[in-house]
């Protein structure tokens, strides 16, 4: 078994549901000290973090991740939380979202720091217990925590990236994420009497087809035009012969950097308002758009891939949010996203390819010696 399969197992093994990290940060710091590394745990509220760092020269090069996963859920055909190999592939909660990254960064950067004691620079680790879930006292403070205080300029998060095979999909960015809840206000009544009321759900066809008709932007070279979709609708409370006097919609915009979250409210409500009707919105605004262009730090995670597998990645914003969303602003740091492939995160059965944990920590040292050798 290699050194990265057994630490994989043993992070997989300890039941991290968000926000409990359960003691894998100890695990991964207790290998971080051996090789030199100084640690800062950092509690925020009941999330546990740590800051870990060797050396104190530039240029700085930091892998980021999370140690909490989605809860497990049921009918799984092994334990969630008791990883087995089953046919050269790795079963249990969290394999690719992202113990086994983790696993992979720190084996990596154990025989990165044996060969190459005197490497140029420093190398440092941003880990969370708070990714999964609400994502406020994790990296966030964390990164706020660090930002008068430490340089950052290359960050690799360890986020389930590839889509076919290992390495195929580089994440160079990450669209921005902005969530609505709007209540169109209406009067309550008896359904035998619509005149002595007004139905909310009568004014949702109009303030829908505008909504869904408007067109946000074009996108650009790096992200794809921005996204409105609708997750939920709701109104009254199962009674046949009350007319609701609210309807609530949700929804959320994936947007590129054509627009600012502040742009898309605007326009929204404009659109509200040109309808004349009654309502309330609640904006909630989860991250912006980031972007890492091709420079050094994606020309040696390109590189490290072409060595170690031989083909060539594909850059791309698409996908959900990720942590990226605060390291990149606050730290002004480069970053990608790069680790397993993703059919199976937050799935029953989540599963990683053991000869990928392998062959992913061998692209972690080899992007480490393209940045730091």
Known sequence: MSATLQLAQDLIAIDSVTPNDNGCQRLLTDRLKKIGFEIENLKFGEVDNFWAKCGSDAPVFVF????????????WQTEPFQPQVIDGILYGRGAADMKGSLAAMITATERFVADFPDHKGSIGFLITADEEGVAIDGTARVCEYLKDKQQVDYCLVGEPSSTTKLGDVIKNGRRGSLNASLTLKGKQGHIAYPHLAQNPLHLLPSVLEKLLAEKWDNGNEYFAKTSFQISNIHAGDGTTNVI???????????????????????????????????????????????????????SAC?????????????????GGTSDGRFIAPILGAQVVELGPINATIHQVDECVIVQDLDDLSEIYYQVLKNILV
């Not at 140690?67 to 859920?73: E, L, M, N, Q, S």
């Open 64 to 75: 980021a991740g999370h140690t909490d996963v989605v809860p497990a859920g049921g009918n």
């Open 302 to 318: 390109t590189k490290a891939i072409k060595d170690v597998k031989n083909i060539n990645s594909e850059l791309s914003t698409s």
């Open 244 to 298: 609701p006097g609210e309807a609530e919609i949700v929804f959320n915009f994936r947007y590129s950097s054509e627009l600012t979250h502040q742009d898309l409210q605007t326009r929204v409500e404009h659109i509200l308002d040109s309808l004349k009707v009654k309502y309330q919105i609640k904006w909630s605004h989860s991250g912006a758009p980031f972007l890492t262009q091709k420079g050094d730090l994606v």
